[in-house]
């Protein structure tokens, strides 16, 4: 009996030069794709992070008002790890966000004011590869970063953003979703591997609540796993996947 062929994955397109991630909550990117941050800010080009939550109700011991302040700061000091400076929240309530217009609204705000190419969020689905139940607010801003990328360009979906002074933008070129089952592309992991074990355990107070493992073993084994596995399918070489949406 022979193996099934792997599908080979492709080389992100590498032609834009501004980026804006969007996720429910800090760390949600330091799980998914800081080593591929790590390598576009290397390259000189603008990545801004948009957090739709403070993440407050993910330490059972900390209280939400107190764990807010807790992992902004993480969050903060995980994303100048690879080279981000503009992190930006949008206080929706962590473990409630509920997909719809006003997120919709909010997200396409952010992309007039930041005018990305490449959008990039986290998976979307129901579940991570048919193995584990999504969380409901990954998939209330997964889907909803897929809508507003062409939002953001309508003048006629959200008009008062224009009175606001947020012009329509219609430059994104891609959405690019992290953590996604069905991968599509790929981009090399090896010269921002280091700094995304280091922006992952920026993240101290979450680790420390999530497990009793060392913190950085819990963070460099998880990233080497997920790392080596996409490499299996990028040439051999540790990699992030993304599953891409042109427009």
């Not at 804006?20 to 941050?37: Q, R």
């Not at 930006?88 to 190419?117: K, N, S, T």
Request: proline content about 5%; some cysteine; aromatic content about 8%.
């Amino acid at each position: 009996m022979t193996e099934p062929k792997i599908s080979q994955l492709e080389p992100l397109p590498g032609d834009w030069r501004r980026a804006l991630a969007v996720v429910a909550h800090p760390d949600d990117l330091e799980y998914g794709c800081a080593a591929a941050v790590a390598a576009w800010t290397d390259e000189g080009r603008e990545v801004g992070y948009l957090l739709a939550t403070r993440g407050e109700a993910g330490i059972d011991t900390l209280a939400p008002a107190e764990c807010a302040v807790r992992r902004e700061e993480e969050q903060r000091a995980s994303a100048a790890v690879v080279g981000v400076s503009q992190v930006e929240f949008l206080d929706h309530q962590d473990g409630v966000i509920e997909y719809g217009v006003p997120l919709r609204r909010d997200i396409a705000a952010a992309i007039r004011r930041h005018r990305p190419e490449l959008v990039v969020t986290l998976n979307h689905r129901d579940t991570w590869g048919g193995v584990a139940w999504n969380t409901p607010d990954h998939v209330a801003v997964g889907r909803a970063v897929l809508d507003a990328a062409g939002d953001a360009g309508n003048r006629w979906i959200f008009p008062e953003l224009a009175e606001e002074g947020l012009e329509p933008w219609d430059g994104v070129r891609w959405v690019a979703v992290a953590g996604s089952a069905t991968p599509t592309h790929a981009v090399d992991a090896s010269a921002g591997f280091e700094r995304a074990v280091r922006s992952l355990l920026a993240h101290r107070s979450y680790i420390e609540a999530l497990t009793d493992q060392d913190p950085e073993e819990y963070a460099r084994g998880f990233l080497v796993k997920t790392t080596e596995a996409a490499g299996e399918r990028f040439g051999g070489r540790p990699a992030v996947t993304f599953e891409v949406f042109g427009r």
